[in-house]
């Protein structure tokens, strides 16, 4: 009997030796591989098609390929808009992330720590649902409400005896970071969620566990424990929120549509009315090659290390 | 790390009420508003609840009238065809190749990786151009299919990321049993992988769904009258219709209905589905 399980092992062993594991016939590779391979290279035609494009000369609604090298990349940087532009987004890159991780390791901590599950758990939609809205929506509604003039924060200050200071999208000097806040709002619910699954590993609530056996503060226990060790979550969490703060477009466009001015013009929208409004294509296509070549720098170190947690 | 601590409750407390403060009075202010009359509005009081509720206000909306002209039931028609077309051949397609990613362990496989995951944060700026070049030559705007196939390029790889990660935590034993079996790899991957995950295509499902149902910048650029989104039209009514705060809070009150919906029904797929894009690709 046992010799029969046995034999039977042995034949299923040999069988697994030849297994197809790694090995893919064409019809797999048709099936499997064929339809992703398809849509990749005519999204990489495509960069490289707005790369092409940026080098030549074409500058109305016609197209012109005729080859013109940098010129339109001359024509961008000696624009003051594209400057502008720069300083936004990198207003955007820094005050769009350094606030949001830090208030959301902040409320992860404490909601692992809250005492009441009900209010964990109610926080969490509560500070999340902005996640299924669109920046178009969220948009609209926080235009209303910072209406300098009828809107809802100034009246709710009118209405408790305060003169508002506040213009907010209205003064060309702050409107970009009133419009940063929108951001925050929106991403702060998606940050928290990262933030807390990745404090939820075995070898970090042991050493938790242990540093408060041996009395460490619950301030103490974030510092030197916690952050060190959610390291990786931090990575990812700051790289998601970089891309979405240098893509940002919906907000400016729906809020502001990048006044007073220039005032809170990014590249993306800089991008949109250069192509289809003055239909400058050629230096479009340079804003879309720069957006991306920005883009590439957060991505790069980001898919090296999801590339690793794969194949490991 | 439960604790009964009677400052960090005074804590749990402050930002309990800080944080309802800070997210309800949007979707407070955004479903009172959407009631009132316009004379109500603009009375001032904000906050109070609406005195006579203008249900006609979303029939205005979604009907069109002489002061709100950017009707939203077609563009809710539009925006439903396509990101529903789009979800469903994404899932289908990203099972397929995010199963040939999750298996295959060549340095080609690893190189298509790398091509996958820049293409998932791509900003959408750097391909828009030939994307509307390509679209106007073939007439595709002038139908859904330019969308769908604009999203398609786009949401692909991300569906291939999400549906391979969930793959990643499937034994491969299984597999290997139907293998001695003899069963090939495509029916083993219809016969056993795929009903096995349908959990993961949900997940994968209301996150494509929703980030399509949700884009603005290509439905912006490639948008015909006949195919604009949601989106677009909500842009559009902010532009025209200034002051009729009513009607643009019920625009939007329906614009994130279905959206919402699958939020607030299905929200464990969908925190499964955001953890997956986040932590693995």
Known sequence: MSDEVHKGGMVLAAKLKKSRRGKWSVLDILVFLVPLLVFLVILYSTLAWTVYVSFTDWKTVAANYQFSGLKWYKFLVAQPRFWVDIQNNFKWLILGVVPTVTIAIFLAYLLELSPFPAVESYIRTLILYPVAMSFIVTGTIWSWLYEPNRGVFNSILTGMGIDSPFRFATNPSTATYWLILIFIWQYLGFSVIIIQSSFRTAELQEMIEAATVDGASKVRILFSIIIPNIRSGLMILVSLLLISALKVFDIVYIVTFGGPGISTDVLALNMWITSFQQHLISAGAGLGVIIFAMAFIIIVPYTIYALKNWFE | ?281
């Open chain 2, 1 to 281: 790390m439960k604790s009964k601590n009677k400052s960090l409750k005074i804590i749990v407390f402050l930002v309990l009420i800080i944080l309802s403060c800070v997210y309800l009075l949007p979707i407070y202010v955004m479903v009172t508003t959407s009631l009132k009359s316009i004379d109500e509005i603009l009375a001032g009081s904000y906050l109070a609840i609406a005195r006579n509720p203008q249900f006609s206000n979303y029939a205005e909306v979604l009907f069109g009238s002489n002061r709100f002209r950017s009707e939203m039931l077609p563009r809710l028609v539009n925006s439903t065809i396509i990101s529903f077309s789009v979800t469903l051949l994404s899932a289908f397609f990203g099972g397929l190749s995010g199963y040939y990613l999750s298996r295959s362990r060549t340095i080609f496989t690893r190189v298509l990786f790398v091509l996958v995951g820049i293409a998932l944060y791509l900003p959408y700026q750097a391909v828009i151009i030939p994307l509307v070049i390509i679209m106007a030559k073939t007439k595709l705007a002038l139908s859904y299919w330019g969308l769908i196939m604009s999203y398609l390029i786009l949401n692909i790889p991300l569906a291939s990321v999400l549906m391979g990660t969930f793959f990643l935590g499937i034994p491969i034993e299984l597999e290997e049993a139907a293998e001695v079996d003899g069963a090939s790899r495509v029916q083993t991957f219809f016969r056993i992988i795929m009903p096995i995950s349908l959990p993961a295509y949900a997940s994968v499902a209301i996150i494509i769904f929703t980030q399509v149902w949700n884009e603005f910048f290509l439905a912006l650029s490639l948008a015909s009258p006949k195919t604009q989104t949601v989106q677009v039209v909500m842009a559009e009514a902010k532009g025209t219709t200034l002051v009729l705060y009513n009607l643009q809070m019920a625009a939007a009150l329906i614009a994130i209905a279905i959206p919402l919906f699958f939020f607030l029904f299905l929200g464990r797929y969908f925190i499964r589905g955001i953890l997956a894009g986040a932590l693995k690709g």
